[in-house]
């Protein structure tokens, strides 16, 4: 993607692209309403099958019944009908639901399902992991309940320090990382780095776990933030790709804000002849950016330019019992 400075005029707003919804999102919404077609309400989803409030709450409002706990689906006469979010869980609670008998769709992002993988892979042959994630991030305790043992999280190079010097890992020659999906690209290299320090021989994933529409959407932002004032990121708080895609903004320059939707929006965040970036993190439906960006227009901000960014084909298949 071209990275050099944009140049544009005061009272006007440049869009970043791509934005929004990725592959995995849009995969994960269209199985829970896959599910309800077919089945009827209710349908059960663990946990927020996406992070984005109004996606949530469409989906409730056609009969989805999000929980935290399996304990909370009942026991319906031949199977409850759960879905597993686009996060990831467990094999423990994947074991729960077979014992329950539950009807399990899969929404898991295929990218996630990867590390997951690679995680019971590395175990198998009996390599320890250090695992570069948000603690308590459904993502993060999905990936890490792959394995029973031999796993260990780090947020930052202050952590990888920690760890080092604790003497938990066994043997740092057969050692490798793996990463959350989500996760910011230049904060994530400089743990890796610190990593490679402390541990030389550690061995990194085969391809990167950092997935492709947040690189995409990182470095769409790393192109428009350096040009101006304010940067508004359309997503949830609830969201990691959304809140890395604001910390980035701020990087460069900009002051960033993250937003639900146009209603969260001040007057006052916009100074007179500002020049606004705008872009959504990957759970984001493109109705609430087009909503800020009518907001924005409404004040006065209404000189519109499109990043031309890097184009997305992928494309990923609904569950078998889903098509």
């Known amino acids: 993607m071209n990275l050099q400075p944009i140049t544009f005029k005061p009272k006007s707003v440049v869009l970043a692209n791509p934005r929004g919804f990725c592959a995995g999102v849009d995969r ?22 996406v992070h984005n ?3 949530v709450d469409d989906l409730k409002a056609r009969g989805a019944i999000f929980v935290e706990e399996l304990k909370d689906v009942p026991d319906l006469p031949g199977g409850a009908v759960l879905i597993y979010s686009a996060h990831g869980v467990s094999k ?24 997951h993988f690679e995680v019971a892979k590395l175990r198998k042959a009996g390599v320890e992991i250090i695992m570069i994630g948000h603690e ?19 947020e930052d190079e202050a952590d990888v320090a920690r760890l080092a010097a604790s003497g938990r890992v ?4 057969h050692l490798a990382f793996v990463t959350q999906t989500t996760l910011s690209v ?28 947040t690189t995409n959407r990182q470095a769409a932002v790393k192109a428009i933030a350096p040009a101006v004032d304010t940067f508004i990121v359309v997503g949830s708080k609830a969201s990691s790709n959304a809140n890395r895609l604001r910390e980035v903004a701020e990087r ?5 804000y993250l937003v639900d939707d146009a209603d969260g929006l001040d007057r006052a965040w916009i100074g007179e002849g500002a020049r606004v970036g705008v872009s959504a993190g990957a759970s984001t439906p493109e109705a609430l950016v087009q909503g800020v960006l009518a907001r924005l227009a409404e004040w006065g901000i209404d000189g519109l330019t ?3 960014g890097e184009d997305e084909t992928v494309e990923f298949n609904l569950p078998v019992g889903l098509r």
């Open 252 to 256: 460069l320059g900009a002051t960033g």
């Open 92 to 115: 423990a609670l994947q074991a729960e639901a077979a014992e329950r008998n539950f009807r399990v769709f899969d929404a898991t992002c295929p990218l996630v399902t990867k590390v």
């Open 170 to 173: 066994k043997d740092p020659t």
């Open 53 to 55: 409030k109004h996606v």
């Open 306 to 308: 499109v990043l031309a």
């Open 136 to 154: 308590g991030h459904p993502e993060v305790e999905g990936t890490m309940g792959q394995v029973t043992d031999g796993i260990y999280l780090v």
């Open 186 to 213: 230049d904060d994530t290299a400089k743990v890796v780095a610190a990593l490679q320090a402390a541990f030389p021989a550690i061995r990194p994933p085969r391809k990167d776990d950092i997935c492709y529409a």
């Open 28 to 49: 994960a919404i269209a199985i829970v309403d896959r599910a309800l077609d077919k089945f009827g309400a209710p349908v059960y989803v663990r946990h927020e099958v």
